[in-house]
Nanobody, 123 residues
């Protein structure tokens, strides 16, 4: 059974960078689409980026466009979220989750959610 664990969060200054990892265990990751989602305090969870099993990416909005990049390394059973030019509004808990093969427009279509990793952007 697939389990996902997020890591790599922490404190960054505005304009800084972080790389988050979503590591899979219990099953191979290559057949799954993996999405990154985040939830800021007092706000609903929102999609960030998703990558399909074939490497096709989906951007869920303009807020991170041009700043964040999603990638996967199937040999390491890991999906990454590279976050550059961080802003205070990027603060929140970041989660990864899976769906078979293709990305989907909402997190309700994903499962195997990890516990999340905290990202705080502050000077």
């Amino acid at each position: 059974q697939l389990q996902l664990v997020e890591s790599g969060g922490g404190l960054a200054q505005p304009g800084g960078s972080l790389r988050l990892s979503c590591a899979a265990s219990g099953s191979a990751l290559y057949s799954y689409a993996i999405g990154w989602f985040r939830q800021a305090p007092g706000k609903d969870r929102e999609g960030v980026l998703c990558i399909s099993s074939s490497g096709v990416t989906t951007n869920y909005g303009d807020s991170v466009k041009g700043r964040f990049t999603i990638s996967r390394d199937n040999a390491k059973n890991t999906v990454y979220l590279q976050m550059n030019s961080l802003k205070p509004e990027d603060t929140g808990v970041y989660y990864c989750a899976r769906r078979n093969y293709a990305c989907a427009p909402s997190g309700i279509y994903f499962g195997s959610w990890g516990q999340g990793t905290q990202v705080t952007v502050s000077s």
